[in-house]
């Protein structure tokens, strides 16, 4: 089974600072990648997405993401932090295959708090 | 075009009692899956449909259960509910291309169980 490790539950950083959210995943076979966010009392949005084209995905909101098959990671960064991006981001993994059918591993999710 | 659709929004329901919730995907959409969230658990993955037909299912309980129409809109039921049934239930649509397009959300419907 899938599994995917989010490190760091809460990440803080000062607006204008570098941020960094880490995503591991397990499969010995290159998966599925995605980035949610998530704003309180709401869903999930879909940020960025891994299907094995570019291993370097650019999402909006200058936010991209880095797969990297030796890692198994897929992590994801901004140059320079916004207030607005303060939220609750997930990664999650999807397998491949046509009867794989469309289920999400999730990781535990990282709040981002931006500090102004 | 309209997104995926989650009905009610809150609910508040007792120990014992049962509940029925509803996705409607967006259209065009024919795979529906659902997901329930919480703060200990996180988002763990309940079943998936697909053409009215159950093709993926996670480690819930029997009490746990769903449908899907002809129309692709789903429910979900939830049967003798328990205090840790509260949680946060996620509807996701997905084309017919499969798990590489993503998975398009709703906004949820947050159980109170009493």
């Known amino acids: 089974a899938q599994s995917v490790t989010q490190l760091g539950s809460h990440v803080s950083v000062s607006e204008g600072a570098l941020v960094l959210l880490r995503c591991n995943y397990s499969?010995?076979?290159?998966?599925?990648l995605f980035w949610y966010v998530q704003y309180p009392n709401q869903g999930l949005q879909l940020l960025l997405k891994?299907?094995?084209?570019?291993?370097l995905v650019k999402g909006i909101n200058g936010f991209e993401a880095e797969f990297k098959k030796s890692e198994t990671s897929f992590h994801r960064t901004k140059p320079s932090a916004h207030m607005s991006d303060a939220a609750e981001y997930f990664c999650?993994?999807?397998?491949?295959?046509?009867?794989?059918?469309?289920?999400?591993?999730f990781g535990g999710g990282t709040r981002l708090m931006v500090k102004p | 075009k309209a997104g995926v659709t989650q009905t009610p929004r809150y609910l508040i329901k007792t120990r014992g009692q049962q509940v029925t919730l509803s996705c409607s995907p967006i259209s065009g959409h024919r795979s529906v899956s659902w997901y329930q969230q919480t703060p200990g658990q996180g988002l763990q993955f309940l079943f998936e449909?697909?053409?009215?037909?159950?093709?993926n299912k996670g480690n819930f309980p029997g009490r746990f259960s769903g449908r899907q129409f002809s129309n692709s809109r789903s429910e979900m039921n939830v049967s003798t509910l328990e205090l840790g049934d509260s949680a946060l239930y996620l509807c996701a649509s997905s084309t017919p291309s499969g798990p590489g397009d993503g998975y398009t959300f709703g906004s949820g419907t947050r159980l109170t169980v009493v």
């Open positions: 449909y697909f053409s009215e037909t159950q093709r």
């Open positions: 499969s010995s076979v290159p998966p599925y």
């Open positions: 999650a993994v999807s397998d491949k295959g046509n009867n794989a059918g469309n289920m999400l591993t």
């Open positions: 891994y299907t094995s084209a570019a291993t």
